[in-house]
């Protein structure tokens, strides 16, 4: 990739074996704030520069998925819009990571996670690779292998959809 960012080794190295990413939504590919209409139906923004990066791990085999704990009409919707998995009102994230990384027959090194907030510790505390966006909670920030330097809902996630498609040596351009 030209004029590419320079990522330290150890942070390509884990990058370099992800075969599934994990995202919580608000706060991560959302900026975190819940809109709600006079009706009380729920409105969220996606930046579209994330929704093509996730689309593109999807293209070149990385699997792909939205894990939140809230129950969100838009939040399914735009998963399903972008061909990824959509595990929304989960419970327990731990848990449910444990079960997609089994069903694909993954190891834990295997596994990205990117959150911001207590709900998304655990799944991060287990992951091969964990990454918080820039305006993550400072909860989480000890557990994150890397920061982003976008704000979630601003590009955070397609800086990490950028990292591992450099890791694993897919250029952006081509695989669109």
């Not at 190295?13 to 991560?28: E, H, M, N, P, Y």
């Not at 939040?75 to 595990?87: C, F, Q, W, Y």
Request: hydrophobic share 45%; proline share 3%.
């Amino acid at each position: 990739m030209p004029n590419s960012p320079t990522y330290p080794a150890d942070l390509l190295a884990r990058a370099a074996k992800i075969r599934l990413a994990c995202f919580d939504v608000d706060g991560t590919l959302t900026d975190g704030r819940l809109y709600f209409d006079s009706e009380g139906r729920e409105l969220k923004a996606f930046h579209v520069l994330d929704g093509q990066g996730l689309v593109l791990l999807r293209k070149t085999g990385i699997t792909v998925a939205f894990v939140t704990a809230r129950n969100s009409v838009v939040a399914e919707k735009r998963a399903a819009e972008l061909g990824v998995e959509a595990h929304i009102g989960v419970k327990d994230k731990q848990v449910r990571v444990d079960e997609i990384r089994a069903r694909l027959g993954l190891s834990a090194e295997q596994v990205c996670f990117m959150g911001d907030d207590l709900p998304d510790r655990v799944p991060m505390q287990t992951a091969g690779l964990a990454v918080a966006p820039a305006n993550a909670h400072a909860s989480v920030l000890a557990h994150a292998h890397w920061r982003t330097s976008a704000r979630g809902g601003e590009g955070a996630a397609r800086e990490l959809c950028d990292l591992l498609l450099l890791a694993q040596g897919h250029d952006a351009t081509e695989v669109a």
